[in-house]
T-cell receptor, first 115, second 112 residues
């Protein structure tokens, strides 16, 4: 059974800091891993998607890495801003045979960036 | 391109009532899914579908039914609502392989 965990559960940092959010999964048979952002009371917005054959993806101040063999992904946020305050969730698309089936989410990390 | 559309946005039910949450996407996505989100519990998968005519259970399927008669629509049915089903429900879809999972805006359900 695929289980996804995220550490830390909550994080509060001063503006300008670089920070790392962690995601772990128990089954390395994944097709891809995706990072999302969720603002309070809102839906989920996709940030980055990493295919199982890739090691990292970058978008602006965000960099996500994937180590499938150890079951870990990290989301690096450079020069954090108050507008980065949100909950960040990782999700894995489980591999099934030569195809895929379901997407399982971690519980999220709640980030607060203090001006 | 409307993306993923969920209706209704808000609904209040009494215990024992039935209702259907609608989800439609116009991106020709094969994969569609329903999640519920509760405080401190994260997003939990209810049911999912990898194509028209194919559905499967997720982590918390009890009390919910789904069907997938077309590629575009994936309704979620509550046959007899219970207070434990009070939650925010999200529908999501994705296309083949590399496509990202795209979410609807959510439906907030309260069961009294």
């Amino acid at each position: 059974k695929q289980e996804v965990t995220q550490i830390p559960a909550a994080l509060s940092v001063p503006e300008g800091e670089n920070l790392v959010l962690n995601c772990s999964f128990t089954d390395s048979a994944i097709y891809n891993l995706q990072w999302f952002r969720q603002d309070p009371g809102k839906g989920l917005t996709s940030l980055l998607l990493i295919q199982s054959s890739q090691r990292e993806q970058t978008s602006g101040r965000l960099n996500a890495s994937l180590d499938k063999s150890s079951g870990r992904s990290t989301l690096y946020i450079a020069a954090s801003q108050p507008g980065d305050s949100a909950t960040y969730l990782c999700a894995v698309l489980r591999k099934r045979g030569t195809s895929y089936d379901k997407v399982i989410f971690g519980p999220g990390t709640s980030l607060s960036v203090i001006p | 391109n409307a993306g993923v559309t969920q209706t209704p946005k808000f609904q209040v039910l009494k215990t024992g009532q039935s209702m259907t949450l609608q989800c439609a996407q116009d991106m020709n996505h094969e994969y569609m899914s329903w999640y519920r989100q509760d405080p401190g519990m994260g997003l939990r998968l209810i049911h999912y579908s990898v194509g028209a005519g194919i559905t499967d259970q997720g982590e918390v399927p009890n009390g919910y039914n789904v069907s997938r008669s077309t590629t575009e629509d994936f309704p979620l049915r509550l046959l007899s609502a219970a207070p434990s089903q009070t939650s925010v429900y999200f529908c999501a879809s994705k296309g083949e392989w590399a496509n990202v999972l795209t979410f609807g805006a959510g439906s907030r359900l309260t069961v009294l």
